[in-house]
Antibody
């Protein structure tokens, strides 16, 4: 299993970024996927999750209405569109595969850093 | 939202020591709890799911237990590679939530 994130970087407050995660080594369309973030020196925070088909999407309250999770099963790719970014969104963002049928995170990407600063 | 309260926030221990980390859920989550290990600069690694089910390849010195809304991760004999930060995570209800973490230091 490999999860390769990209798209992170430095952005000004109010700006946008789109994170991508290309998955390989497992049947991507058969598993729910998740984004988890970790602010510098802080703990882990679940951000958003999406079902196998993409029909169900979930968000933590702090990003609801600003972030959109999506997936393209034909490209084995997970996305996170982040709009109206705030300083408190600064973190390493991990692309994570969920265990089959359960909300445990069995494979993680290496993470992509997002810095929101003027 | 379900709050996960993890304790202690840090623990200092020696090689061979028994280490216990506790996580308390603010609501009933059944056995829906996972434990993760994270080393500096690395992604977390899933150690255990369903409170006590060890992931493949995880040493048997790691064990988990549950009593109501209280969950425990025990390392029976601490090894050099176990010095890391450990997180619990409830898997019962969205939004999924993590405990604050426990850093295991070398004494």
């Amino acid at each position: 299993v490999q999860l390769l994130e990209s798209g992170g970087g430095l952005v000004q407050p109010g700006g946008s970024l789109r994170l991508s995660c290309v998955a390989s080594g497992f049947p991507f369309s058969a598993y729910a996927m998740t984004w988890v973030r970790q602010a510098p020196g802080k703990g882990l925070e679940w951000v958003s999750g999406i079902s196998e088909s993409g029909g169900s999407r979930f968000y933590v309250d702090s990003v609801e209405g600003r972030f959109t999770i999506s997936r393209d099963n034909s490209k084995n790719t997970l996305y996170l569109q982040m709009n109206n970014l705030r300083a408190e969104d600064t973190a390493v963002y991990y692309c994570v595969k969920e265990m089959g049928g359960r909300h445990y995170f069995d494979y993680w990407g290496q993470g992509t850093p997002v810095t929101v600063s003027s | 939202d379900i709050q996960m309260t993890q304790s202690p926030s840090s623990v200092s221990a020696s090689i061979g020591d028994r280490v216990t980390i506790t996580c308390r859920a603010s609501q009933n989550i059944g056995s829906g709890l996972g434990w993760y290990q994270q080393k500096p600069g690395k992604a977390p690694k899933l150690l255990m799911s369903a409170a006590s089910s060890l992931q493949s390849g995880v040493p048997s010195r790691f064990s988990g237990s549950a009593s109501g809304t209280d969950f425990t991760l025990t390392i029976s004999s601490l090894q050099p590679e176990d010095f890391a930060t450990y997180y619990c995570q409830q898997a019962a209800r969205v939004p999924l939530t993590f405990g604050g973490g426990t850093k295991v230091y070398i004494k």
